[in-house]
């Protein structure tokens, strides 16, 4: 955990929702994740205002706003409903940084939550996990500067940016590569106020702790990424932005487990299983 006061915050869904479609925002202050105050949310509005998307479901018993929910009583959901997920080729060190900053469009339908399955199709290859700091986009932005740009960051989760190589060597936009369905696990909460500058992030593949790096290592970092991107795009609250992968990855198979892990926020877990 870093020093500053974060909150964190999170699209659940009740155990017995009157719904499947049913949503709710929560938060929790606790600064240690795993106290007893860490497991106790309560329930706010939703924090992408004007985002249809991103409503809360209408209160029921129990889900008021200001009710407080314990985490036994709901499952985490990925941290927003998006209408674009973008991430960023090549922004590994000095050797991205000599590049222009490029990004790719990876699809919406993509994403799914904690402990949803990655499906991996027949005949798709080798395939690569990759944990990545992810900026979740909290306001309508664009033409941001280097000043203002972290105005429209809500906060920030965890990203895996799941890879298909062989299909990354042949499509020159990765769309097959990068958008198939389930290829974009992101959660398990938002975390705001985080020091995004030099934050540890890894795999842990079938409880193999993998080689580590840091978002220090991010040949464009946070701010300039957003720059970057609303030169030319707009981006809208609960937009996500996968940073770069800067650490070692394994490939997946079916029955393998995968975490990624961003220091500060926390760990994202996804079985991995064989798409009908």
């Not at 925002?25 to 509005?45: E, H, L, M, Y």
Request: with cysteine.
């Amino acid at each position: 955990m870093t020093a500053m006061q974060t909150r964190r915050i999170a699209r659940v869904r009740p155990h017995s929702p009157a719904s499947e479609l049913e949503q709710f925002f929560v938060a929790n202050d606790a600064q240690d994740f795993a106290s007893d105050a860490g497991k106790v949310w309560t329930v706010i509005d939703s924090p992408f205002p004007g985002s249809l998307a991103n409503a809360g479901a209408p209160p029921r018993t129990g889900w008021q706003h200001g009710s407080t929910v314990g985490e036994d009583s709901f499952i985490f959901l990925a941290p927003s409903v998006p209408a674009n997920v973008l991430g960023m080729a090549h922004n590994t060190g000095q050797a991205g940084r000599d590049l222009p900053p490029q990004a790719f469009h990876k699809a919406a339908t993509s994403v799914v939550g904690p402990g949803d399955a990655i499906e991996l199709a027949p005949g798709v290859g080798h395939v690569d996990p990759e944990a990545e700091l992810t900026i979740v986009v909290g306001r309508r932005a664009r033409g941001l500067t280097l000043e203002n740009a972290r105005t429209a960051v809500l906060g920030f989760t965890v990203g895996n940016d799941v890879t298909a190589r062989e299909l990354q060597k042949t499509d020159d936009l990765w769309i097959s590569a990068k958008s198939q369905d389930t290829f974009t696990p992101a959660g398990p909460w938002i975390v705001t106020g985080l020091d995004s500058g030099a934050l540890s992030i890894g795999i842990v593949h079938n409880g193999k702790d993998l080689r580590h790096a840091s978002s220090a290592d991010l040949g464009w970092d946070v701010d300039e990424i957003l720059v970057y991107l609303t030169s030319f795009m707009t981006l809208h609250p609960g937009d996500l932005v996968l940073t770069g992968f800067p650490a070692e990855s394994a490939r997946l198979h079916p029955g393998d487990t995968v975490t990624c892990r961003v220091e500060g926020i926390g760990e994202l877990t996804n079985p991995v299983r064989a798409s009908a």
